[in-house]
Structures are given as structure tokens and as C-alpha cells.
């Protein structure tokens, strides 16, 4: 990996004149890499009720979402300025309806040259977006919270499970 000489030690991302640039992964080693990240939408009872009905007056409100943040998974890039192009291999999104809220849950996997963890975290919020959009006409308070990632595994650092995560 080519790293700025005069960068200060341990900040890859800036240069020695404190600007922020891309950093050269050319030189890294292809490999497989995937990140899970997880995150909630906190609805209203009526919310949850016309989930679980089939009555979002939108529609599809799950599926879109879990449609939103595969495009999102690929689309990081264009929305977080210092991320790496990656070919995206897979993507599984997951959206649990709870009694106060939804689970979304995304890994995301790739065999690259760098972390795919932004993508994950990148695919989890933008899915939560959707679903908020897809059920406002239902709950204008929806709360997204807790965008975290939880899992990584591949790369030079190697596998890492969020404490209190570990199966």
C-alpha cells in the first residue's frame, strides 16, 4: 500500500499538509472480505400494524427497503468521498418487524483490495431511508438509530465480531 511519507503517523487518509486524498490500494492483495452491519427503525404501533397488515399505503414498504440498500451497497463510492470502487459480490439484506420497530441487518461481500464495511453500514441506513419514506404517511416519528457495524472478516486486519456479538 503506497502511504504519504509525510502524512502524520497512522492518519493514511491525509496528506503532510493536513489535506484529505484517496489512498493507493493497488498494491494490496486481493481477498475475500465481507461486513455485516445493523441497524433499527423505531415506528409507531399503527406503523407496525399496517406492516404486518399489508396496508402501507405506498406498498411494499420492506421490499423496497431491502431493494434501497442493495442499490445503496453499490452505490458508496458516489456518496462517501474517500471510499474505494469495489465490485460488490454479494449483498443479503434482512428487515425483522418488531413490536416497536424493524431490524435491518446487511452483509455485504467482496474479493478486493480493501473493507467493504462503509458499503454495509452505507446499504443499512439507506434502507432504513426507504422504509421511513415508504411508511411517513403512517408515522411522521420514525427514528433511525444504532447503525453499527457489527462483523468483518478478510483483509489485513482479519476477522473482528462487535463485543457482545460473538455467536
Known amino acids: 500500500m503506497s502511504v504519504d511519507s509525510s502524512a502524520p503517523e497512522g492518519l493514511t487518509h491525509l496528506r503532510g499538509d493536513g489535506t484529505a486524498h484517496m489512498v493507493d490500494v493497488s498494491a494490496k492483495d486481493v481477498t475475500a472480505r465481507s461486513a455485516t452491519a445493523e441497524g433499527r427503525v423505531l415506528l409507531s404501533e399503527a406503523a407496525i400494524a399496517a406492516l404486518r397488515g399489508g396496508t402501507v399505503p405506498k406498498g411494499d414498504a420492506l421490499g423496497v427497503a431491502r431493494v434501497a440498500g442493495i442499490q445503496a451497497a453499490k452505490r458508496t463510492p458516489d456518496l462517501i468521498p474517500l471510499c474505494h470502487p469495489i465490485a460488490i459480490h454479494g449483498v443479503e439484506v434482512d428487515l425483522v418487524v418488531q413490536d416497536d420497530g424493524v431490524d435491518i441487518s446487511a452483509t455485504v ?38 447503525v453499527t457495524v457489527v462483523a468483518k472478516s478478510g483483509g489485513r486486519s482479519g476477522d473482528w465480531v462487535r463485543p457482545g456479538r460473538e455467536a
Open 109 to 146: 461481500r467482496t474479493a478486493d483490495r480493501t473493507g467493504i464495511e462503509m458499503e454495509a453500514l452505507t446499504c443499512v441506513t439507506v434502507a432504513a431511508l426507504a422504509l421511513v419514506d415508504m411508511v411517513k404517511a403512517v408515522d411522521k416519528h420514525a427514528v433511525i438509530s444504532d
